[in-house]
């Protein structure tokens, strides 16, 4: 199995898959605790209404995903903080609008219409060169802002009225995760494609909650899981592959193996709360 | 004179159509250390929250130190009522404690913060358990670590928001006389419907439903609880360390 190291692709694809896993767990961690997944789910989404306006206009398609996502990011970071209920309805809405802009716009370019569903489901094995750089880059930035940042952030996650009494700058620090997060995402969206990058997000997050007691060792934690979990599903699918010539796709694999990964630890650390109670 | 810890003039606030609040007038000096009973959703945590700057009164003016509830931010200590938090979230009990010193800006280290977090939970016997996560302590102990979360930021007034209503008495008892103890150096208000208990340790009693009824004295007429509670006043004057209201002839009915 090992020898699929030789292979640049894989190579690229390993690299690609370990840098996502470190921005993966700083902003799964924020996403688990703070409940955002259906609201990282819906910027992913809106962000393809700026892929299609970008083929339409004519500028790079990932510039007008990094535009979208930011401004839904801020749009649904004002409505919640203006209105608080009743934002799971705006957030689908945001979710099918960015689809249904992004499918409009595409088919409204000149030229051959562009494959957006490429997008949605990406392939960690054709990962832009450029892309490990950028990934690398959102990595750097989000452990910068993280350590910078960590007792704020920290404190709003987890009760916003008593941060606010302290004096903490409740709405910009919300506003500035919720940027993180769409940044996130559309840089995830190209490396590993939207599914994988929703399940990136939530999964190895939701695994390190039933261990750390701490958000800064979750955060650790789920970086680790993640690389797990990207790293096991990448060399099984071409162990897979070459040994027995059962070809799965690499994503969905890493998917269903970091899913069962969260059953089993669900059920140890259920045994383990029991355990300890008794 | 000194200026007014919190001064409330006129306020009013409204939910959707119904009043919360009516015309509630509020002057607490210095050093008082005010109880605020009243039923159910008759408005005390909304009272709380109108100080504390949280929610914007419709009608009227807050001062707390003769500055608006926002620029007061940091001179407030806020004990929420505890049922309000996930008690799985990742964070420990020192940690928790620490967002008490989140306003003094990143210029303090973090070793003077943690210092004075530590200090905090000395107050209220809770060091041992500084690195608990959280959902290990038991009611009593989170409630602590509340009272210790706002007491780390060095307020000049406590704010708490039923802060027994999910302890035993026993552990009760202890949390007033910590705040007994505390009212010597700080301004206390406190909401609760356990009107017997903080009966026995607050300075001035007040009576909230919708409009406050208060006279700055710890005795409670029947008739603030009457208005405040719109039932007959032997209900909630029975079995308590001391009586809070005049004897009145016929008792129990």
Redesign the interface.
């Known amino acids: 199995m090992l020898g699929a190291l030789e292979y640049e692709f894989f190579q690229r694809a390993l690299a690609a898959g370990l840098l996502a896993s470190v921005a993966c767990g700083i902003v799964g961690t924020f996403v688990v605790v703070r409940r955002m997944a259906s609201i990282s789910g819906g910027l992913a989404h809106a962000a393809f209404g700026g892929i299609g306006l970008g083929y339409l206009a004519g500028f790079p398609p990932m510039l007008g995903a990094l535009v979208f996502g930011l401004l839904s990011a801020l749009g649904v970071g004002v409505a919640e903080l203006r209105f608080r209920q009743g934002l799971d309805t705006l957030i689908a809405m945001v979710w099918a609008v960015g689809m249904a802009l992004g499918i409009i716009f595409a088919s409204l370019a000149p030229g051959p219409t562009p494959d957006l569903l490429s997008y949605l489901f990406g392939n960690i094995l054709f990962v832009p060169p450029v892309y490990l750089w950028f990934t690398a880059g959102l990595d750097l930035l989000l452990l910068l802002v993280v350590g910078l940042r960590y007792r704020e952030l920290q404190a709003v996650a987890f009760d916003e009225e008593f941060s606010w009494v302290a004096g903490v700058p409740v709405a910009g620090l919300f506003l500035l995760l919720l940027g993180l997060t769409a940044l996130t995402v559309v840089v995830l969206i190209r490396v590993v494609g939207v599914i994988l990058a929703i399940a990136l997000l939530t999964i190895p997050a939701a695994i390190a909650r039933h261990w750390a007691h701490r958000l800064d060792r979750m955060m650790v934690l789920a970086s680790v899981v993640g690389a797990v979990c990207i790293t096991a599903g990448l060399f099984l699918s071409y162990g897979l592959s070459i040994g027995v010539g059962f070809d799965i796709p690499t994503g969905p694999f890493i998917i269903l193996l970091a899913a069962a990964m969260y059953g089993v630890s669900a059920l140890l650390s259920f045994a383990a709360r029991r355990r300890n109670r008794i | 004179m000194s200026i007014p810890a919190v001064l409330m003039r006129d306020v009013s606030y409204r939910y959707r159509e119904a009043a919360v609040l009516e015309s509630v007038d509020l002057l607490l000096n210095e050093g008082d250390f005010l109880g605020i009973i009243g039923p159910n959703a008759g408005g005390k945590t909304t009272l709380l929250k109108i100080i504390?700057?949280?929610l914007e009164p419709d009608r009227g003016s807050v001062e707390v130190f003769g500055r608006s509830p926002r620029k007061a931010?940091?001179t407030?200590g806020?004990v929420?009522q505890y049922a309000r938090?996930e008690s799985r979230?990742?964070?420990?009990v020192l940690?928790?404690v620490?967002?008490?010193r989140?306003?003094r800006g990143r210029r303090e280290g973090a070793r003077k913060a943690r210092e004075a977090a530590l200090v905090a939970l000395e107050h209220v016997d809770l060091v041992d358990q500084a690195c608990e996560?959280i959902g290990r302590l038991s009611g009593g102990q989170l409630q602590r670590v509340l009272i210790a979360?706002a007491l780390a930021?060095e307020p000049r007034i406590l704010l708490l928001d039923e802060p027994t209503a999910s302890v035993d008495t026993r552990i009760g008892q202890s949390v007033y006389g910590l705040l007994e103890r505390l009212s010597d150096t700080l301004t206390v208000v406190l909401v609760s419907h356990d009107i017997g208990v903080i009966s026995r340790y607050v300075k001035t009693i007040a009576c909230l439903n919708v409009r406050l009824h208060y006279h700055h004295s710890r005795e409670l007429t029947p008739g603030m609880v009457e208005a405040a509670y719109g039932c007959p006043v032997d209900l909630v004057a029975h079995g308590h360390p001391h009586r809070v209201l005049p004897s009145h002839p016929v008792e129990g009915g």
Do not use: A, K, N, V
Not at chain 2, 89 to 92: R, S, Y
């Open positions: 504390l700057g949280l931010r940091g407030i806020y929420p938090f979230f990742p964070i420990d940690d928790m620490r967002m008490g989140l306003g996560q979360r930021s």
